[in-house]
């Protein structure tokens, strides 16, 4: 798995997630100092959460 950083140049937050990449704050700022490993748990941990906010965006608002 690639370690490539994963913006896009769309750094628009929900709470402290990117809807971008799916990273947090802490994430982004911590991107250049983490280790490969930790870098490749951050992408599959950021996946997951652009698909939770995909999901969520589809619920009609009351």
Do not use: H, Q
């Not at 709470?15 to 982004?28: A, D, M, Q, T, V």
């Not at 100092?33 to 930790?38: A, P, Y």
């Amino acid at each position: 798995m690639s370690t490539k950083n994963p913006c896009i140049s769309l750094c628009k937050f929900d709470e402290e997630i990117c809807l971008g990449c799916g990273r947090s704050k802490r994430e982004i700022k911590s991107w250049k100092k983490m280790e490969k490993d930790e870098k490749r748990s951050v992408l599959a941990e950021s996946a997951l959460r652009l698909i939770k906010l995909k999901g969520a965006s589809r619920r009609k608002k009351k």
